[in-house]
């Protein structure tokens, strides 16, 4: 079973588990969040979203244009 995204509610610290979720894109997923303290009761929605690509694909998808990552310059001395 894969690991779930959980997010800590940014009101009283409990976990703020995803409760479903829809894929807007290919590269885009929206997440339901809900507080899992039942006091707190807090719910938002997330977004999840493939930003840049680390390793071109071996199959890449004609429609998709993914930016590559921009790496950080070592520092100057
Ligand atoms: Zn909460």
Known sequence: MAKQYC????????????RSSEMESPILKRLYLQCSNFDCSFSAQAFLEIKYQLSPSGTPNPEIHIPVSIKKEAPRV
Do not use: Y
Request: charged residues 10%.
């Open 7 to 18: 997010f800590k509610c940014p009101h009283c610290g409990s976990s703020l588990p995803v």
